[in-house]
């Protein structure tokens, strides 16, 4: 099984939402930060924001009036809402796992979803 | 945010040779209290996701083969793989988790020659 799914919308129109679940499956929920992040050709790879277990986020300025993220943690799943999408937020969108040891967790992603094509197109 | 910056492009190597990918960041990643650089290392194979290689610049991830080495300190890092193997193909990419947001180079694309 693999250790990340995700699901949500994949085509959308401009100024549509965006709206992806990613389910951990696999290791401890409550004890990394999760993560948003997207690639495309264009600017490469991306992070788009962060949270954890206790509902804390921290998000990428460029993003971040746009972005909320949410966790569900007795789901072990965590959320990615964007506003306003325009035709450059066309990208593959992954859900990842922030590396932590027992006493600190950095911003290196040790664990990825699959990737989910998101296509905004009118 | 810190820029991070990738050389070669694309570099093709031959079986059982060295490739080096060089990663520069636009300042210090290196953390002055734990002597620490905050840079790692992925790799990412077509249609899939990034694999974590290295972080600390120079830890390997569990699982990795020795014949990746990463090196470097302050703002410019290296990847090196000591003897190519053809599983080996694919796009390596630095990343600095020093200041939020984290940011990634562009991307080296290793081949076969």
């Known amino acids: 099984q693999v250790p990340l799914m995700q699901w949500g919308s994949g085509l959308l129109k401009p100024s549509e939402t965006l709206s992806r679940t990613c389910a951990v499956y696999?290791?401890?929920?409550?004890?990394?930060?999760w993560n948003w992040l997207r690639q495309s050709p264009g600017k490469g790879l991306e992070w788009i924001g962060e949270v954890h277990r206790d509902g804390n986020t921290t998000y990428n300025p460029s993003l971040k009036s746009r972005v909320t993220i949410s966790v569900d943690t007795p789901k072990n799943q965590f959320s990615l809402r964007l506003t306003s999408v325009t035709a450059a937020d066309t990208a593959i969108y992954y859900c990842?796992?922030?590396?932590?040891?027992?006493?600190?967790?950095?911003?290196?992603?040790?664990?990825w979803g699959q990737g989910a094509m998101v296509t905004v197109s009118s | 945010d810190i820029v991070m910056t990738q050389s070669p492009d694309s570099l093709a190597v031959s079986l059982g040779e060295r490739a080096t990918i060089r990663c520069k960041s636009s300042?210090?990643?290196?953390?002055?209290?734990?002597?620490?650089?905050?840079l790692a290392w992925y790799q990412q194979k077509p249609g899939q996701p990034p694999k974590l290689l290295l972080y600390?610049?120079?830890t390997r991830e569990s699982g990795v083969p020795d014949r990746f080495t990463g090196s470097g300190s302050g703002t410019d890092f290296t990847l090196t793989i000591s003897s190519l193997q053809a599983e080996d193909v694919a796009v390596y990419f630095c990343q600095q988790y020093y200041t939020s947001p984290p940011t990634f180079g562009g991307g080296t694309e290793v081949e076969i020659k």
């Open positions: 990842a796992r922030s590396n932590c040891t027992s006493t600190s967790c950095f911003q290196a992603f040790d664990m």
């Open positions: 600390w610049a120079s």
């Open positions: 300042q210090t990643i290196l953390y002055s209290l734990s002597n620490k650089n905050y």
């Open positions: 696999r290791g401890s929920f409550s004890g990394h930060y």
